[in-house]
T-cell receptor, first 113, second 117 residues
């Protein structure tokens, strides 16, 4: 089976930096995704890691360590609109099946003025 | 970028009604689409993988006779919730992956909020 853990809630101040951690246990690992989801809306893609290291995309960066089963999403220069749920999702290869995503429970980030 | 359209966005209906939800990839072809369900303050749970031209693959615990999936073309998959009951009330979201390569992310539709009275 799979196990994906991320903190339930985090709070940070506008303009600050926040790091959201995600740990996972899975077989057939084939990549890790981060999505942002505002309440009542569908998730939107933020970043993707399949190899170890840091991927930077504007104010967002994501890091992966496959040996440790660990990833984090780093958000810089926080803005009020960044208040949302951040979902860590692991993709795995399953024989006879398309690559599927399994989502963590999400981290609800609240940005305070 | 890849766009996935989902319709309707909101459904309220009586218990026992069947409800059909459509998921379309607007600017790309998707041989595979995914259907998720999300309860309030919980994460997305994969219900089934929809394969164009063949039967859907259901996750454990999901009743295939209750949640009928049809993927008749490369741009359309439908989910029909048959004889819906209040416990089926949830947020249903579809996604599709653009076959630009294995690194392509899944793109999500806007979701359908289903409320069964």
């Amino acid at each position: 089976g799979q196990n994906i853990d991320q903190p339930t809630e985090m709070t940070a101040t506008e303009g600050a930096i926040v790091q959201i951690n995600c740990t996972y246990q899975t077989s057939g690992f084939n990549g890790l995704f981060w999505y942002q989801q505002h309440a009542g809306e569908a998730p939107t893609f933020l970043s993707y890691n399949v190899l170890d290291g840091l991927e930077e995309k504007g104010r967002f960066s994501s890091f992966l360590s496959r040996s440790k089963g660990y990833s984090y999403l780093l958000l810089k220069e926080l803005q009020m609109k960044d208040s949302a749920s951040y979902l860590c999702a692991v993709r795995r290869l399953r024989s006879g099946s398309a690559r599927q995503l399994t989502f963590g429970s999400g981290t609800q980030l609240t940005v305070l003025p | 970028g890849a766009v996935v359209s989902q319709h309707p966005s909101w459904v309220i209906c009586k218990s026992g009604t069947s409800v059909k939800i459509e998921c379309r990839s607007l600017d790309f072809q998707a041989t595979t689409m995914f259907w998720y369900r999300q309860f309030p303050k919980q994460s997305l749970m994969l219900m089934a993988t929809s394969n164009e031209g063949s039967k859907a693959t259901y996750e454990q615990g999901v009743e295939k006779d209750k949640f009928l999936i049809n993927h008749a073309s490369l741009t359309l998959s439908t989910l029909t919730v048959t004889s819906a009951h209040p416990e089926d009330s949830s947020f249903y979201i579809c996604s599709a992956r653009d076959w630009g390569g294995p690194d392509q992310p899944q793109h999500f539709g806007d979701g359908t909020r289903l409320s069964i009275l």
